[in-house]
């Protein structure tokens, strides 16, 4: 039982190029999430997906999209990345509904953008 | 504008004793709020959930209590030890599918 997997774990890009981080989850659950993390700024939600076939925007959307492949994949695609996009991602899922239910993280993808 | 605050500097203890963080919100009216653990390099991991309903939670050596006329959360580790040094983060859910998430608080317990 893996939990949540985020793909690659380290990337470097030059600014302009794209690239997409895939994350799967093995919990049968129906939410998922994209976040980033930048020191002192703590955890952004980027685009979330309350359940398969859905998506909505965070609040940092911008520069991003997302596909929620099914009910265990949800990528987060870049199409022409920029250094204020350097950070480390997150993405995360959970079984909740509209309850208090807790969220599940992968172990982060780090991406440098030069 | 909305925020969520947690003490940004370190907090250092003995081990042994407690540790206490804090978080504090405003411009939110949460129906959860939840406590997470972040090691260095890693994801974060989910602690304890309270409702806005709820005064106070327990779990093991944690405790979290959640004043909504305050707007505030505290977040105690009792008999602390140096496998505590981490970063814990608060979150609340305002309802719907959105965490947010504070900042978070280095706590280093020496021994």
């Known amino acids: 039982n893996a939990g949540v997997t985020q793909t690659p774990k380290f990337q470097v890009l030059k600014t302009g190029q794209s690239m997409t981080l895939q994350c799967a989850q093995d919990?049968?659950?129906?939410?998922m999430y994209w976040y980033r993390q930048d020191p002192g700024m703590g955890l952004r939600l980027i685009y979330y997906?309350?359940?398969?076939?859905?998506?909505d925007k965070g609040e940092v959307p911008n520069g991003y999209n997302v596909s929620r492949l099914n009910k265990r994949e949800f990528s987060l695609r870049l199409e022409s990345a920029a250094p204020s996009q350097t950070s480390v991602y997150f993405c995360?899922?959970?079984?909740?509904?509209?309850?208090?239910?807790?969220?599940?993280f992968g172990e982060g993808s780090r991406l440098t953008v030069l | 504008s909305q925020k969520i605050e947690q003490n940004s500097e370190a907090l250092n203890i003995q081990e042994g004793k407690t540790a206490t963080l804090t978080c504090n919100y405003t411009?939110?009216?949460?129906?959860?709020l939840q406590w997470y653990r972040q090691d260095p390099g890693r994801g974060p991991v989910f602690l304890l959930l309270?409702?806005?309903?709820?005064k106070e939670k327990r779990k093991e050596r944690l405790k979290v209590t959640f004043d909504t006329t305050l707007k505030q959360s505290l977040f105690h580790i009792t008999a602390s030890q140096p496998a505590d040094s981490a970063t814990y983060l608060c979150?609340?859910?305002?309802?719907?599918?959105?965490?947010?998430f504070g900042a978070g608080t280095r706590l280093f317990v020496k021994a």
């Open positions: 979150a609340l859910i305002t309802g719907g599918f959105k965490t947010i």
């Open positions: 995360a899922s959970s079984g909740r509904g509209d309850s208090g239910g807790e969220l599940f």
């Open positions: 411009n939110y009216s949460p129906a959860y």
């Open positions: 309270i409702r806005e309903n709820e």
């Open positions: 919990m049968n659950h129906n939410s």
């Open positions: 997906s309350a359940s398969e076939g859905t998506t």
